[in-house]
């Protein structure tokens, strides 16, 4: 699988402030070497030997870079609202998976919590940080593994199929989280918008040539205008990256209150052994 460099991983990992800054810098310094060097080396130093561009040209490309941006950019929202999606769904089945076992018999609630525990620590704790580098959907689970075996073996039916259709819900938010955590998009997307970007700026340095004063403010402005779609694009790309990355919020809270009710549930199952010595 083709990949895009590390630099532009570490890129999307800055905060959106910085992020701004290093796209208008980068496009503000394309604009300038098209201001000073291409179109002058093209059109000449007074613009009179290339003759008059017509503006529908630079037009018909600026429309084929918005339509490009436009037609990336959705699929981009959407993936990052399914991953938000995906992490609520998970919480909420761990959730109800804690309050239907708080309905259940002390055997069942003995023997399911502490492995439940476990797995929503691991996802919360050790498995979403992976999220960030994830190269493939494929991540071991123990805890996870544990936890399904042990409601394989629960007695009652009822509470065995309320959970594992819980536990079937969770795992296919975790599945969708690990799908889109190992997504990487192609390269060639970003080779053809950044070159239409460029043709952007040359056409519209070119259809300036006579002037210099219009040139560099019309540069400018497309420049700026570039750098905001691209920090659109970028912000939101990888969804488990950067300062609007997915958080695993909800589980972080579930975990601990868990780890809250693991007090009383041990003493709980301690107080029968101590009447019995």
Known sequence: MSRVPAFFESLLDLPVPLLILCLVVWWGGCALVVHRLLVPWIAGRHGNKLGRLEAEVPAQIGLAFGL???FIAMPIWEQHGQAEAAAQAEAAAYREMHDALLDAT????????????????????????????????RVAAPPLRALRHAIHELPEESTRTELRELLRTATEARDTRLRIAANRPPPARWSIVGTLAILTLLGVGLIHAESYRARRIALSMVAVGISCCFVLLLAYTRPYLGQFAVKPDDLVCLAEDLAADAVPLTAQTDEPATRTR
Not at 112 to 127: L, S, Y
């Open 68 to 70: 490009l941006i436009s």
């Open 106 to 137: 002390p055997e069942a609630m003995a023997s399911i919590a502490p492995r439940m525990r476990d797995c929503v620590e691991f996802i919360a704790r050790k498995e979403w940080p992976q999220m960030r580098q994830l190269e493939s959907p």
